[in-house]
């Protein structure tokens, strides 16, 4: 693992354990390298969470593929699975802290919210399939998208799920259920 990756895999780690609120000191301890070798990668706090949204995304994407690729999946569990997506490692990160991002780092914020609202080709693609095959009910595909970006974008905003102690997985696992429930025949 290059010494890139390695950092943003360490920054997820203590944003799991610290939030929003940690510190370049604890991903240098967390790994065991210095402060100074991870600034020789990431200049601050800011250019490295930018990079961690991408990072995220990107793998995301990947999980994608997968998904769209596996024939042994229907279209309607293609299209479950991709809106829910969430890979495997990144399971046990509390995304719930991501509304915090708002008002501390609005230009992360502002990353999040344009990579949630870019990248729909694949789902745009399988809902369309799902209407030709007639498993599920012809949709306008705007308003699924702008309703499942919406959902995420209030997981991010607000404290909801802290509140109410639903992990980021659930929550997403939820929305996925009554967006794609609703349109199933």
């Known amino acids: 693992m290059e010494l890139r990756e390695r950092i943003l895999e360490g920054t997820l780690q203590v944003f799991n354990d610290k939030g929003i609120k940690f510190t370049m000191d604890d991903i240098a301890k967390t790994l065991g390298i210095s402060k100074k070798t991870i600034y020789t990668v990431f200049h601050d706090k800011n250019e490295m969470l930018l990079a961690l949204v991408d990072y995220l995304f990107d793998q995301i994407k990947e999980e994608e593929s997968k998904i769209y690729e596996d024939d042994s999946l229907s279209t309607v569990e293609k299209i479950r699975s991709i809106l829910g997506v969430l890979p495997n490692s990144y399971k046990e990160i509390d995304f719930r802290q991501l509304y915090m991002l708002k008002e501390k780092f609005p230009d992360i914020y502002a990353k999040v919210e344009e990579r949630l609202e870019n990248g729909w080709e694949t789902t745009i693609e399988l809902l369309e399939r799902g209407?030709?095959?007639?498993?599920?009910?012809?949709?306008k595909i705007p308003l699924l998208k702008m309703m499942m970006e919406s959902s995420l974008e209030q997981f991010f905003r607000r404290d909801i799920l802290v509140k109410n102690k639903i992990t980021y997985q659930e929550g997403l696992d939820e929305v996925v259920a009554i967006l794609v429930d609703g349109i199933s025949i």
């Open 131 to 139: 209407m030709r095959e007639g498993v599920i009910r012809p949709i």
